[in-house]
């Protein structure tokens, strides 16, 4: 990013010691926003041209009204071969409308933010919300191997807390023009579909790994005085 010589880019640079900072640098940065949307992008987050390019006509034909646009999400499962099923996330918000507060997600124990109206933080966000046509979709690289340190916790470890969808299915592209696909297969082969049948094996047995923590916890914690 610091290569890139534009005006119209300010790059802010913050170290994180709590989950809760992140959300209060989203809302410096949507508070600081000068323009009338503020687009969210993570680092695992994957456009292709073609979508990028229809976000911006869908856009500027919002109604006013409209103050959250979501995305259909594409993950990729373990490899750039395999995705899970079609999810959507909220990615676009109107800059003078919208905040995040911080949250968690009571299964799953994980941090999530949750968004809400500027004007009336109790009122649900959802009858402003506006969901682009099938054809506009990000990919998501949640379940791939971000860093060296999640190659050190290995797959199923990795995967305990992220709690990857099931089932996955091959996948044959197109892949964003960014992506180096050296390995990567155009079709079926038998290396693919054993890795393919492994995968959802493994996804099946972090499932069960989960379900026996919640049971075995359960029971441990009936039997404390």
């Known amino acids: 990013l610091s290569s890139i010589q534009d005006k119209k880019l300010e790059i802010v640079q913050k170290a994180f010691s709590r989950a809760t900072e992140l959300t209060d640098f989203r809302n410096e940065m949507i508070e600081r ?47 750039f071969n395999f995705v899970s099923r079609v999810d959507s996330a909220g990615r676009i918000y109107r800059a003078a409308k919208v905040r995040w507060r911080p949250g968690v997600l009571p299964h799953y124990r994980l941090r999530a933010d949750t968004e809400y109206l500027v004007d009336d933080p109790s009122a649900s966000l959802q009858p402003h919300r506006m969901l682009l046509p099938e054809e506009i979709f990000f990919f998501h690289c949640q379940y791939l191997a971000r860093s060296s340190k999640d190659d050190e916790l290995g797959l199923l470890r990795r995967w305990r807390w992220r709690k990857p969808p099931f089932p996955v299915r091959p996948y044959f592209g197109p892949w964003p023009e960014t992506l180096q696909l050296d390995g990567v297969a155009r079709r079926m082969t038998p290396e693919l579909f054993l ?28 039997r404390q005085p």
């Open 33 to 79: 926003t000068e323009t009338e949307w503020f687009w969210l992008v993570d680092g695992d987050e994957l456009y292709p041209p073609h979508a990028v390019e229809r976000i911006a006509e869908e856009i500027r034909e919002a109604s006013p009204t409209v103050h959250k646009i979501a995305i259909r999400r594409i993950h990729f499962m373990g490899s």
């Open 195 to 222: 890795s393919w049948v492994g995968l959802n094996t493994k996804i099946l047995g972090t499932w069960g790994y989960t379900f026996a923590q919640k049971v075995l916890g359960g029971e441990h914690a009936c």
